[in-house]
């Protein structure tokens, strides 16, 4: 525990302040922009729904940060492999102590959003049954989003991997390379989740979410729309389950192939 510690705060000192100037920016952005686009509007839209049109959209782009940070934390110490990987510390807990980091900085950024909205409802006169309706999608778009960013920072560091095999043989074309290899990886992966077969043992288990949610919320104002809130026990234990074993297949990868 006191050299994952060690290794952690090894990575905020040498991030931190990335982070707070982000942080600063993104607050600031997300104020600011939505008073300026109600002028650009002329009023049509009040600063309230352009704060959450703008939110939203800060949040789903908060999808791509992990892995995006896990990234450059990867290439900037991969220039400097021997001070690196001359470690104790298994190549596990160096890569899980980034992709820790990389999935802390994705949540926090993605929080700074539902503050912002929730500073803009309480500052802004808004009808009190619309609170019910920030606090349950609210909630379910954090969850998606953060659950999605851990899967999408999982598959990119594999292909992070495959880049990193390939550079010996093919020097600067291995990005070439990999992002072929990444297209086709998509194109194959929704082949086999459009398959009848993947509908028949995997989509199992269904539920919706909007099943869960309370019953006086009523949505008549527009803000949301989920065009599909069903969800399967079978698809997410697919998804859990590939995530993970593809984690540990990069590892081994990395460990065996790069590590040397």
Excluded at 47 to 63: Q, R, Y
Excluded at 179 to 194: K, Q
């Amino acid at each position: 525990m006191k050299q994952w510690n060690g290794l952690l705060q090894k990575e905020w000192i040498q991030w931190r302040g990335q982070i707070i100037v982000i942080v600063i920016l993104l607050l600031s952005g997300l104020f600011i922009l939505p008073s300026f686009a109600g002028v650009l509007a002329n009023g049509d839209v009040s600063s309230f729904e352009m704060t959450m049109f703008i939110s939203f959209v800060a949040a789903a782009a908060c999808i791509f940060v992990p892995v995006i940070a896990l990234a450059m934390m990867f290439n900037k110490d991969m220039k400097i492999p021997d001070l690196w990987l001359h470690s104790t510390a298994s190549t596990m807990r160096l890569v899980s102590v980034k992709m820790a980091m990389s999935a802390g900085m994705g949540l926090a950024y993605l929080l700074i959003p539902v503050i912002v909205v929730a500073v803009r409802y309480a500052l802004t006169p808004q009808p009190e049954a619309i609170f019910g309706e920030l606090l349950f999608y609210g909630s379910l778009l954090i969850g998606t989003v953060f659950l999605g960013s851990i899967q999408v920072m999982v598959y990119g560091f594999f292909f992070i991997i495959i880049d990193q095999l390939l550079k010996p043989l093919l020097k600067g074309f291995s990005f070439v390379v990999t992002l072929v290899l990444f297209v086709i990886s998509v194109r194959v992966y929704g082949e086999v989740t459009s398959s009848s077969f993947y509908e028949k043992f995997i989509q199992v288990g269904g539920f919706d979410l909007l099943a869960m949610k309370n019953q006086q919320i009523d949505v008549r104002y527009g803000y949301f729309t989920f065009t599909n809130t069903v969800q399967y026990a079978g698809e997410i234990m697919f998804a859990v389950l590939f995530t993970g074993g593809l984690f540990f297949l990069t590892i081994t990868l990395f460990d065996k192939k790069v590590r040397l």
